[in-house]
């Protein structure tokens, strides 16, 4: 399961022309399920995104998480997120969940967040979306339950580039 999260001063979600959901302060998350998460990749992320301590304090130190200031979620499926593009121009999307079972995970998060007393709004799942946002920082951060697997790619990625150079 991979996440893109997004601290946002506000941010909305439009479908056929109409305004589904918006939120002020808090985190926008991209969420692409992959084949063969489960309910483990779910807790790891529900467990861990709303303590993300990336909002700054009076200070300007980043201390606070969502909680804590109380903000709000939008979650938004993509599954887009699990496009593997290393072979041709075209993506590819073989890794992603098929839908039926990723709208499982999808609403387990969604419930999971709920149940947290948490403000969350979410898209709709499957639908073609507008996302408007405006990124806090910018800060943006990838999340991948199983052990930064996209993280590091993007690390190997970047390091083959700086040897090329």
């Known amino acids: ?5 997004q601290r946002v001063r506000q941010a909305s979600v439009t479908v056929e022309n109409q305004v589904i959901a918006h939120i002020h302060r808090g985190l926008v998350i991209l969420l692409g399920v992959a084949q063969g998460d489960t309910s483990q990749d779910v807790s790891f992320m529900v467990d861990k ?4 301590r990336i909002f700054p304090d009076p ?11 109380n903000g709000e979620l939008l979650l938004i499926s993509q599954f887009t997120l699990l496009a593997n593009i290393e072979k041709g121009r075209r993506p590819s999307f073989e890794l992603a969940a098929p839908p039926d079972v990723a709208r499982v ?5 969604l419930e999971q967040f709920r149940a947290l007393n948490l ?3 979410s898209g709709i799942f499957g639908a073609k979306m507008v996302v408007a946002l405006d990124n806090d920082g910018p800060m943006t951060l990838i ?5 930064g697997k996209g993280v590091k790619k993007v690390k190997n990625l970047l390091h083959q580039a700086d040897r090329h150079t």
């Open 119 to 121: 403000a969350v709004q």
């Open 143 to 147: 999340l991948d339950s199983r052990a």
């Open 49 to 52: 995104i709303p303590r993300l």
């Open 105 to 109: 995970r999808y609403q387990e998060i």
């Open 1 to 5: 399961m991979i996440a893109v999260i």
């Open 59 to 69: 200070q300007g130190k980043m201390t606070d998480a969502v909680q804590d200031i």
